[in-house]
């Protein structure tokens, strides 16, 4: 029975992967990714790959469309800034601060942060990627941005101060909890919600440990092992690969998880920035 297991999981993961494939032109459209409801399981050879590498559109964004593949795009670009990881650092009260990201990161040309360290967390590269993809998909976005979002989106008060958490764009993505839903989804109305099942490469998740913390990153894939162990494969900053890199992660140290997709982007132009949060929406059990 074991025998048979291994081998329907393995011609499962083949059919999922070679059914999905999608063209370049469709990769290329300005769409939201859609899935056949089926669990996004992974080849051995797609994580064999050095840990940090700027091939995430090669490698996953053949099975996704539209705006999923232009987050993977914008994770070669933030990850291109630093191919050692950048190194990572939290402590808000660090004089000088912790630095969500560590170069300066721009929206449309207009800068939302002059970071105060070469370092990074979580929140901040899912946060940077997010931004890095609206670049691509909007490239004459500065003639249609206005200074009120504009400046909701920034990553730093004007005075170079550290912006809160719960205040506006970015204080909402950073915040505890799941904040990629709360901004992305709550807030801008930008997103939805998709179910651990539907989950593919580039959409957004917050991940709620066993051990009581929580971790922002984006989803690349589901992973089995030869031992049947289950896990999850995302990219983020983390102190374990020293910033910015791929990691494979067993399912066992999951206790829930809240994962979002980009689908309307365009509501960056004209998302009411008073809009408020619920900060208690439960998280999904990964359940694969």
Known sequence: MKVFFKIFTFISIFLVLTACVISE????????TEDNGKWFLLKKSCISNKAQHTKHARIFGKYVKGYN??????????QSTAMDGGGYF???????????????????????IDPPRKTSYCS????????EALNMIFPDGVD???????????????????????????????????????????YSKMGKVVKPKNARPGDFVNVSWKSGLGHSVIFLGWYID????????????????????????????????????????????????TTPVDMSVPGDEVGL
């Open 90 to 112: 939290i402590g808000k009260d660090e004089r000088p601060t912790e630095s969500p990201i560590g170069y300066e990161l721009k929206l449309f040309d207009r800068p939302l």
């Open 69 to 78: 593949y232009y987050v993977l795009k914008g994770i070669d670009k933030v």
């Open 226 to 273: 030869k031992d049947e162990e289950k896990y999850i494969v995302y990219w983020s900053s983390q102190r374990g690969t020293n910033g910015m890199s791929d990691q494979v992660v067993n399912l066992k140290k999951v206790k829930y998880v809240k994962i979002v997709r980009l689908t309307h982007p365009e509501k960056l132009f004209d998302f009411d920035i």
């Open 144 to 186: 249609t941005l206005d200074s009120v979002r504009y400046e909701a989106m920034r990553m730093q008060e004007l005075d170079g101060s550290r912006r809160e958490d719960g205040i506006k764009y970015w204080g909402h993505w950073n915040a505890d909890g799941f904040g990629s839903h709360f901004a992305l989804v709550q």
């Open 124 to 131: 901040g590269v899912s946060f940077t990627a997010f931004v």
């Open 25 to 32: 032109n469709e990769r290329l459209s300005l769409a939201h």
